[in-house]
């Protein structure tokens, strides 16, 4: 235990339990706590500490991993804790990032700790593959495509139908879609074109099928400008078919090089954790920041910032004699 | 041009002629002359200097990529040229990997400069997925797959069988163990099962296609492992439809997480032009050893030490608002 890098799991939801999962597969992190605003909390095998103590840390733990959300969590726990701990997060909301990164970056280089934001995979993987695709072909186009996996955005705001009990949606990238970019062409694509949603609903006793499909159907930002499609189903159905967390996506890039070569570079991932992934993610990239902390950066990094060889617990002759 | 970053080029092959076309889809990198043994060698619109005389640059060139060969001309170059300038190059004997790493370190750290080794698409962007791949799904597999694409290597050999007038072979994934792998359940799967070779082989007059198509067939180390179709074809069909040099592959790693969750990463690259496509990879990275150069790093790198955003011309601020 006294070599490895200490860890220590801010939140307790999806990601936070992924973040167990994924450092007991690497044999050089190990979980100092996970630390939670709610009262007795037990967790068997693992110490948890009410958030209020975190301080008493400071000393103990080399990386904290933020597990909560990028509405309310993080925007106010990341300042909080990059004040005494290097941190990792994947504060996801694309907006916010620039003035997210500039917060951080400040508190950081004044607390002399290291903050990775938003990493997983999109951003975090996803980001990645952008940047390669437009650096190395800068006569391309790149597309993104995201599923098929289930958003809780679009599944909460079914939820919320008056008549609805549960429901579930799921983004579905269009094969017809794929096939195009793939091709090349660079094609213009609308929303429609590129993603379907797909809603199993389960309804209130004397709901109305068509009244609630139609309303889903035209709900504006969420699904009226997409193909929706909407199935209703039993609550039994819904727990034993529709409990998992799947998710995945596409970035691909095609370009032209020479006198019109087409080259296409295409990254996937398919997942049935998208928590899990996620999480595991986190936890390779907290290794990176326990490194380049103990080499003295501070402030705000981001995916774009950390060289690649950090992630692994290999010493650099070991990678360039295996993976190069 | 005086802002620019500015290039060399040592030795003029379908390389060498990529990285001229690339340089000119990166406007701010500008191709100051293109370095040979050859005498006499013209290019339109393009400086050529003698080789003997690269010396003569040092104080102009910020970053000179070598484009010969990984068997005779970079092992004698590489290290030559590292005493003056910054390098870039895609050095790909694996076996050979760690010893050419250790004298360019030591030269470019004596002289003050930095060689980055070893990079194009693999080794290179394949190298970057298997380190992300092991990295993030600790409890996994990672399988490489190349082609379809023309092996060098392996036409040769065929065209030094008596009777053989030309020849071009392909290296062809087998579609069957791709599916096996991108289900999961890390097969395990003989060099047979993998690749399949597909050969189009012009004879001379009077040569026996039996005979031919045997000696092929049997050929140890290239073809005696594999499944390999062998086709004739006149002269004419040769240079009508395969004078091309695609390539590409797969490089997919498959885990688990938490209790048994199943993960796919997923990376492919499908290249009209493997050398075009390459020259793009060095362009990119050449830029990024102009900037980890000019912060006073020197000696020999790989892609596992460069963070990414280095290979773009954009600035951190812009990288993460419009990548992230």
Redesign the interface.
């Known amino acids: 235990m006294n070599n490895k890098i200490k860890v220590g799991i801010v939140g307790y939801g999806n990601l936070g339990r ?1 973040v167990v ?2 450092i007991k ?2 044999e050089d992190i190990a979980l100092e706590a996970v630390f939670t605003r709610r009262e007795g909390l037990e967790i068997e095998g693992i110490k948890t500490v009410n958030i209020a103590k975190i301080a008493d840390y400071k000393d103990i733990i080399d990386v904290m991993i933020l597990c909560g959300g990028s509405a309310t969590d993080l925007p106010e726990q990341g300042p909080m804790i990059l004040e005494m701990f290097n941190t990792v997060d994947s504060f996801d909301t ?1 907006a916010n ?2 003035d997210y ?1 500039s917060e951080m970056d400040s508190i950081g280089k004044t607390s002399g700790k290291l903050g990775l934001i ?1 990493v997983g995979w999109d ?1 975090g ?1 996803f ?2 593959m ?3 695709g ?6 391309g186009k790149d597309y993104t495509f995201w599923g098929k996996g289930v958003s809780q955005g679009h599944s909460d705001a079914i939820r919320r139908i008056e008549g609805v009990k549960n429901a579930i949606q799921y983004t579905v990238p269009k094969e017809e879609a794929l096939e195009k970019v ?1 091709n090349g062409g660079n094609p213009e694509l609308a929303v429609r074109e590129k993603h379907s949603r797909l809603c199993y609903v389960v309804l209130e006793e004397g709901a109305s099928k068509e009244k609630i499909e139609k309303e889903i159907k035209e709900m504006p930002n969420y699904f009226s400008d997409y193909d929706t499609e909407v199935n209703f189903i039993s609550e039994e159905e819904l727990k034993e078919n529709h409990v ?1 967390m799947p998710h995945g996506g596409f970035v691909i890039r095609t370009g032209l ?3 019109g ?13 998208n928590p ?2 996620t ?3 986190l936890v ?1 990239y907290a ?1 990176g920041v326990y490194k380049m902390a103990k080499e003295g950066k501070t402030g705000a990094i ?8 950090y ?3 290999k010493s ?2 070991q ?3 295996e ?2």
């Open positions: 992924g999962s994924a597969q690497n694309h990032i620039p990164f938003s951003p993987l980001s990645i952008r940047l390669m437009e650096t190395i072909l800068p006569e793939r998992g090089t020479g006198v070569n087409r080259e296409k570079i295409e990254f996937s991932l398919n997942l049935d954790s899990e992934f999480s595991s993610v390779a290794r981001t995916v774009f910032d950390m060289p690649l060889g992630l692994s617990n650099p002759e990678l360039r004699k993976l190069l």
